[in-house]
């Protein structure tokens, strides 16, 4: 079983940088899994600015629901997952259910033989949201971080770019 | 002195189930003292799913106001408290003073034969509420935090459902 | 070059006074630079809350905007910055280019004498927020957390009024 890496954080906590920068400490070539779908604008430009970002040793999929499928497709070479929050937002506005989603990718991590290093979002440090939609996100959010950071070897909390260690 | 430990963590972090298993390795029995009011449907499904989790080895307490009370009646066994966010929250909509009762809790703890093990939420780290009420609220709850992690021997953040040792 | 701490946390997580003891621990007099402009009665309340705590063993500079050169003329004493987010708030709100500012300030950092202690705040923990300036603040104020991060000798992390190192 390859090592499985999560590393969570908040926005702009530089849990990217940290998550590419492990991914390629384990192999020459890495292989990135972007879960982004660019809606307007803003997002655009905040994909291609990760993108800028990486350097031609990165191969890019982008794949917004089908996590489980691309992982498997792409085993062999370290493989960087850039988030499960956004995975976790395709899968909710497309109707799909997100928990079994969830335990497929728990089920998917083991059969690896290449690493794994996924990156999430920490959205339940502030005040809880007015609206009920934004507070069963930040729930399942919670829920599916807890689920991978069971199933991972390390976790490491991203705070003002530097690696705090938590497994 | 009995143990006095403080489990803070954002929402779905997995405090209370950190916080669960801490107490009952403090004894083979505990008490768990509920703050939580259900004032609707979504909050009463909350509270159920928590409850569910619990095996037949706790007695709950209900307690959204008087928890020092509580604390002092059930004294002998170990205390779960989930959690104060709640309870500050009673505290405030009942009108009282929850400075005056954060400082009685805190004198409390102290006197305490059985272990206490208390729940609370980081509710601080996300961008600054645009109402007066939830910056006050969040203010408060930052200052409870800080009274009762002076008091307590150990404080664990919850992070995706791992404890990270901050005391 | 002298030592560069950053305090980061929470609202309301004890991070102002995790600083002001650490710069107290390095001479025996300190320089307060307050970045904190008030606006409104609540400010004037915060600011007024933070100012009754500290002893006369401090010395208060008032400096909303041109922070490196409030470092560069009260250099020789230990200094506290509180707070960086505030400065970045001034920044925007007077039409400035903070990230310009931000790497003025990065460079000024290795050229003081004296020890500098700064605090921030975590903002980038909770959900999106609705409107775009917000999520455009709370960006940059994370990458102006990393590009100090980065150049601080020691980073910390004030959880419930406690000090968890990072760097």
Not at 62 to 83: F, N
Not at 121 to 131: K, L, M, T
Not at 154 to 164: D, M, N, S, T
């Amino acid at each position: 079983m390859a090592r499985i890496i999560l590393v969570t954080g908040g926005a702009r906590s530089g849990k990217s940088a940290i998550a590419e920068s492990r991914t390629l400490g384990l192999g020459p070539e890495a292989v990135y899994i972007a879960t982004a779908q660019a809606f307007d604008a803003e997002m655009e430009a905040r994909i291609a600015a990760h993108q800028a970002r990486r350097g031609p040793e990165w191969v890019t999929h982008q794949e917004p629901l089908a996590l489980v499928s691309a992982l498997d497709a792409t085993d062999g070479k370290p493989r960087l997952v850039d988030c499960l929050t956004l995975w976790l937002t395709n899968l909710m506005l497309a109707g799909r259910d997100w928990q079994a989603a969830g335990r497929d990718l728990v089920a998917a991590l083991p059969r690896q033989s290449a690493p794994v290093v996924l990156v999430t979002n920490e959205v339940g440090a502030g005040i809880v949201p007015d609206n009920r939609l934004a507070r069963d996100f930040r729930d399942a959010a919670g829920v599916l971080n807890q689920w991978v950071a069971q199933a991972a070897d390390e976790v490491i909390l991203a705070v003002a770019g530097l690696p705090l260690k938590v497994k």
